[in-house]
């Protein structure tokens, strides 16, 4: 068997077209949907994600206000700038990059968001939305997993999902959502308590790896047939890279296409997705600003 590859990049650019015309739409009616991007610090991997996010911005015909804070940047800065951008009538999203340094409190930045404005879901008032399927923001990479089931044709209706992971920003909100009416999946979490994780996740018909450790999941995991869908991304190193690293993500990629149905790989998988999802999430900001007018 030779899974079908799920091509993240085509799909995330149908979401971002589909946020364009609406985008243009808005401006037309006299609201310029604008996200405010907060870097603190200028570690690379974040650098490199705030980057993707401005390019989306500028395709999808926002605006982009971007804030780059120093690594010593105190918590108070920080929290005073998002004071005024929540005060900023022509700001409709906050993004604050995470990881942020260590001396600040990443809790108390994400609850300083207004909810109105947390186009990353990560807020308690988003992920309450979320748990008791109220409207809201959803985050967007578990959002960006499920438009890609979709996408594919992947049935979520009584499916077995396995999510690998239950971080805030991934594993827990996917299980959620996958569990919602709307998916119908009966979802298990697995986390490093799990004993004998293979037994567990050969019995996914949709299998989510979303762990950060290379190819810990292997082709011997996976149960024949089943769809996979990798969240991870991690550096390993490669001489024969220009930058001397190349991304893989969580799942042993080659084998595991002999025995998947369909797979995502990494990069082009999950990544552009939740980029994808972001400019969707402003969007709606934007929208629910423009009719509270
Ligand atoms: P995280 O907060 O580090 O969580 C990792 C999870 O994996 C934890 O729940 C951990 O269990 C579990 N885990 C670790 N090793 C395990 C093992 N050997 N067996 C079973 N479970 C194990 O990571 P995250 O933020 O969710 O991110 C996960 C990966 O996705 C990372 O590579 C990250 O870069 C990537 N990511 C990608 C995107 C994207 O847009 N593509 C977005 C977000 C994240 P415990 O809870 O027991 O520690």
Known sequence: MSATII?????????????????????????????????????????????????ALAEVGMADRSYRLPVTASEKELLDLIAA????????????????????????????????????????ISVGNLVIDRPGFLPCTPHGVLVLLRE???????AHAVIVGRSNIVGKPLALLLARKDCNATVTICHTGTRDLAS??????????????????????????AAVIDVGVNRVEDSTAKKGFRLVGDV????????????????????????????HNTLLASERAAEAR
């Open 85 to 124: 951008l929540n005060a900023d009538a022509s700001v409709h999203g906050i993004l604050v990059q995470l990881p942020l340094p260590r001396h600040i409190d990443e809790a108390r930045v994400i609850l300083a968001i207004d909810p109105s404005k947390d186009v990353d879901g990560f807020h308690p």
């Open 200 to 225: 567990i996740t050969r019995q996914a018909d949709i299998l989510i790896a979303a762990v950060g450790k290379p190819r810990v999941i292997t082709a011997d995991m996976i149960k024949p047939g």
């Open 7 to 55: 091509d993240g990049f085509a799909v995330a650019a149908s979401v971002r077209s589909r946020v364009a015309s609406a985008v243009a739409n808005l401006k037309a009616a006299g609201t310029q949907p604008c996200l405010a991007v907060v870097l603190v610090g200028d570690d690379p991997a974040s650098v490199s994600y705030v980057a993707g996010k401005e390019k």
């Open 252 to 279: 042993d990629f080659v084998p595991a296409c002999e025995v998947a149905s369909y797979i995502t790989p990494v990069p082009r998988g999950v990544g552009p997705m939740t980029i994808a999802m972001l400019m």
């Open 152 to 158: 594919a044709g992947i049935a979520t209706n009584g």
